[in-house]
């Protein structure tokens, strides 16, 4: 990333200096500084100044997820960012009044956008975690009185794991989630724990500049697959992927997305900007389908999406069904070599504590509920799903 973006200074915490010191003949930069940064002010009094810029400038470069392929440097700008912040502030019905708890990465739009210069632009309070932790995080939503925040759903699972979560979260105002499915017995948990608050599934991307779609409160038991509607400025449309035509209602195709929250494209990288953008179209590689009342619902990644002898399984219906058996905590399920069919299904599942899981009871599970080729062949139990930093599981390390 620092090469691919050409950062000329870097500012660092001293713990990472080491880390630093290892690779700094291969880095492009000048000057190096370490918490606390006063001597970076007095060099440099410009940097304490305001600076020009237009809506259409760039205002930083986000690196994608990195969950296929090398990151890609997404150009926020300016426009993108107060663009989100007043839609969380319309779609959550948020004030300066609002005090939120960062319990994600600052390095991903969620924490940044959805939540810290959210704050900023409202004037509200950010109170930020160095590290996510379940009990502390109750811990703080309680002593700080957290008002809002965004997390993924294995966040907030772990949150009610928690056996005193109940004595937290009465101060909770408005709730959104996103970035993985959601299972509606967490959805109702969620709704049983924290009655007043308004809950939200949001859907977006890096390049998205956070949201493009959000599910209103009064939705999320009914429509638990959902993730709502389009933000009020944004389009969106799906494309099926093989003949480039318009999708028709319920159809599954590529979704597309165009509006001021979409990036101009991909720092130094033509090739990628070109394959992913087009006449104010930004191509998310997620497949889904749109319901004619206007409700988005995300199938899967174009790239995980199972072919197993012409027939193509969503893993997003598999994983769904699999979060709903009891003893299942979580679970991904990818696509694995098959001799025969060319891909077989393979479910990856972490159990409740203190939950048994048989695989065979797992797959019976499936087959009762899905058509017989969706259930799965293999099922490993593991301790935990692989995820990266901003919580999204890392399927090529399950295949």
């Known amino acids: 990333m620092l090469q691919n973006s050409g950062a000329r200074v870097l500012l660092t915490n001293p713990e990472w ?14 000057a190096y500084y370490r918490t606390p940064y006063p001597e970076l002010f007095a060099e440099s009094p410009a940097l304490a100044g305001p600076s020009p810029a237009g809506e259409d400038d760039t205002a930083f470069i986000m690196y994608t997820s990195w969950t296929t392929g090398r990151p890609k440097g997404a150009m926020g700008t300016h426009l993108g960012i107060i663009n989100s912040a007043i839609t969380y502030e319309r779609c959550f019905r948020l004030s300066g009044h609002q005090r939120t708890l960062v319990a994600v990465p600052l390095f991903h739009v969620t924490g940044l956008i959805a939540q810290m210069l959210t704050m900023a632009y409202l004037g509200g309070t950010t109170v930020i975690m160095r590290t996510f932790n379940a ?14 925040m965004v997390a993924a759903p294995t966040v907030l699972v772990m949150l009610m794991l928690q056996p005193d979560h109940r004595r937290a979260g009465s101060s909770l105002q408005a709730l959104g989630y996103g970035g993985a499915p959601i299972a509606s017995e967490t959805v109702r948990q969620l709704r049983e724990w924290l009655p007043g608050c308004r809950l939200h599934n949001v859907y977006g991307l890096t390049e998205t500049s956070s949201p493009a779609t959000c599910l209103p409160d009064a939705d999320v038991l009914a429509r638990v697959s959902s993730v709502g509607w389009p933000i009020p400025t944004a389009e969106v449309r799906t494309v099926e992927v093989e003949s480039g035509r318009d999708g028709a209602p319920d159809e599954v195709g590529e979704l597309w997305i165009k509006g001021p929250m979409v990036v101009p494209g991909y720092w130094a990288n033509p090739e990628a900007t070109a394959a992913a953008m087009g006449d104010g179209w930004l191509r998310t590689g997620d497949l889904a389908k749109i319901d004619p009342d206007g409700y988005v619902t995300i199938m899967d990644r174009i790239k995980d999406m199972i072919n197993r002898g012409g027939e193509k399984i969503f893993c997003v219906e598999v994983e769904e069904v699999l979060c709903a058996h009891p003893a299942v905590l979580e679970a991904a399920v990818v696509g694995v070599p098959d001799p025969v069919y060319g891909e077989a299904v393979k479910a990856c599942v972490v159990p409740r504590p203190g939950a048994t899981i048989d695989p065979d009871d797992i797959r019976a599970w499936v087959r009762e509920r899905l058509a017989k080729f969706k259930a799965p062949r293999d099922v490993a139990v593991l301790d935990a799903l692989p995820r990266n930093p901003n919580g999204k599981v890392v399927k090529g390390l399950l295949r």
């Open 135 to 148: 009990a502390e995080a109750l811990r703080l939503i309680e002593a700080e009185r957290i008002t809002y």
């Open 17 to 30: 200096w080491p880390a630093v010191e290892a690779i700094r003949d291969r880095l492009p930069c000048e």
